[in-house]
């Protein structure tokens, strides 16, 4: 049972280098979220997508892209890495994005902006 | 969209029941209310969650005030295992909050 799979699980960036961090869920679920966790903090949303071929902006969108590729999969972007961005990535995905779902969420990607 | 509060911490005896509040005062009629748990820098992890009723599964009960502006998540035996970061949500389009630091002690 796969899940909510995530890649890479570490990351180390130099300023200004650009990567995508991979999320893919195998549970036909309709929507998946991309949140960022800082020490000691809750997590953040970053984006959203209620469905294939749509996105939204969270709380925190600035300096991230998405794509959502298909049902299965959805990434996130850098374009130009930050050391404020250094935090741990989660990706998560649910069945439906109304008023009652549940959330699966992967192992995280750990990422550091030099 | 509803937002939560949450203490920050609380600490539990291990085999005592654990009850964590959260207040959503301003939950709308058709928001659920969910709670997750970081062990921890795992991915959180869905307990359980309700609309009005009060609600039981093999993890937890939630109780929901009848006016449902909020909740009590109750760890019936705490264990060890159940040392984490609880989070209680309302809407999956708001982040999580800081949460509820449950330190289970033996």
């Known amino acids: 049972n796969a899940g909510v799979t995530q890649t890479p699980k570490f990351q180390v960036l130099k300023t200004g280098q650009s990567m995508t961090l991979q999320c893919a869920q195998d549970?036909?679920?309709?929507?998946m979220y991309w949140y960022r966790q800082d020490p000691g903090m809750g997590l953040r949303l970053i984006y959203y997508?209620?469905?294939?071929?749509?996105?939204d902006k969270g709380e925190v969108p600035n300096g991230y892209n998405v794509s959502r590729l298909n049902k299965r999969e959805f990434s996130l972007r850098l374009e130009s890495a930050a050391p404020s961005q250094t935090s741990v990535y989660f990706c998560?995905?649910?069945?439906?994005?109304?008023?009652?779902?549940?959330?699966?969420f992967g192992a995280g990607t750990r990422l550091s902006v030099l | 969209d509803a937002k939560t509060t949450q203490p920050p911490s609380m600490d539990c005896a291990e085999g005592r029941a654990a009850n964590l509040p959260c207040n959503h005062s301003?939950?709308?009629?058709?928001?659920?209310v969910y709670w997750y748990r970081q062990i921890h820098s795992q991915g959180p992890q869905y307990i359980i969650h309700?609309?009005?009723n009060n609600e039981t599964n093999e993890m937890a009960s939630l109780i929901i005030t009848e006016d449902r502006k909020s909740s009590t998540l109750i760890l019936p035996h705490a264990t060890l295992r159940d040392t984490a970061v609880y989070y209680c949500?309302?809407?999956?389009?708001?982040?999580f909050g800081a949460g509820t630091t449950v330190t289970v002690r033996a």
């Open positions: 998560a995905s649910s069945a439906a994005s109304g008023a009652k779902n549940i959330q699966y």
């Open positions: 549970m036909n679920h309709n929507s």
């Open positions: 997508s209620a469905s294939e071929g749509t996105t």
């Open positions: 301003t939950i709308s009629g058709n928001e659920y």
């Open positions: 309700g609309l009005k």
């Open positions: 949500i309302v809407s999956h389009k708001l982040s």
